[in-house]
């Protein structure tokens, strides 16, 4: 198989403060993971690409420095919404990407923030 | 650059009757589509994609889709659709390229009425 999973799938915190959410895959080694941003109603957006031992590449439009993507291992990576607001408030998903595999993509279950 | 179009926001259908979701591509280099399901406050599931090879396919629970370059196209079908196919669906186009992210349409929420 390939699982994916996310932590924790809800979290509600206050405006100013930040969260962590970590995207694992469990059974499998991901050299790159996805990180994408989905708002009631919308469509993912592609928010940052992270390669294993290497620094994020951001689309563009996306704050590298309010959105904090670390991927440290090959089954983990973390998004860290730094100073959140309200309009930070949205379901998160992440998606890894096995080694030996130039596109399949497996889909955590989401992470869905509130910032009050 | 790749991006995806999916025609129609809402589709609504009959249990029972045919389900056919649209969804256009365009892409500069030889595309990888894929179709997602997507059920309320969960993540995504692989519906089925197209690689290389067949041009139709076929996935889980029933649906297929056919990929035709010459119409850009890689619509998804249901010849019966189930209250259980309620749901938002996601076309995506990707490459063979290394490191490519999927890129979305903005989706179809389908409904069933019995």
């Known amino acids: 198989g390939a699982v994916v999973s996310q932590h924790p799938s809800r979290v509600i915190c206050k405006s100013g403060t930040s969260v962590k959410i970590e995207c694992r895959s469990l059974d499998f080694q991901a050299t790159t993971m996805f990180w994408y941003r989905q708002f009631p109603k919308k469509s993912l957006m592609l928010m940052a690409t992270s390669n294993e031992g290497s620094k994020a590449t951001y689309e563009q439009g996306v704050e590298k420095d309010k959105f904090l993507i670390n991927h440290a291992s090959l089954t983990l990576s973390t998004l860290t919404v730094t100073s959140a607001h309200p309009e930070d408030s949205s379901f998160y998903i992440c998606?890894?990407?096995?080694?030996?595999?130039?596109?399949?993509?497996?889909f955590g279950p989401g992470t869905r923030l509130t910032v009050t | 650059a790749q991006s995806v179009t999916q025609l129609g926001s809402h589709v609504s259908v009959s249990e029972g009757a045919l389900v056919l979701l649209r969804c256009n591509y365009s892409s500069s280099v030889p595309p990888y589509l894929f179709w997602y399901v997507q059920y309320p406050n969960q993540g995504l599931q692989l519906l089925l994609k197209y690689t290389t090879g067949a041009t139709l396919v076929k996935g889980i629970n029933g649906f297929e889709a056919e990929f035709k370059k010459s119409e850009t196209s890689f619509h998804l079908t249901k010849p019966s659709a189930h209250m259980s196919d309620a749901a938002e669906y996601f076309c995506?186009?990707?490459?063979?390229?290394?490191?490519?992210?999927?890129?979305f349409g903005k989706g179809t929420t389908l409904s069933l009425s019995s």
């Open positions: 995506a186009v990707s490459s063979n390229q290394a490191g490519t992210a999927l890129i």
């Open positions: 998606s890894a990407r096995k080694r030996d595999s130039s596109y399949e993509q497996y």
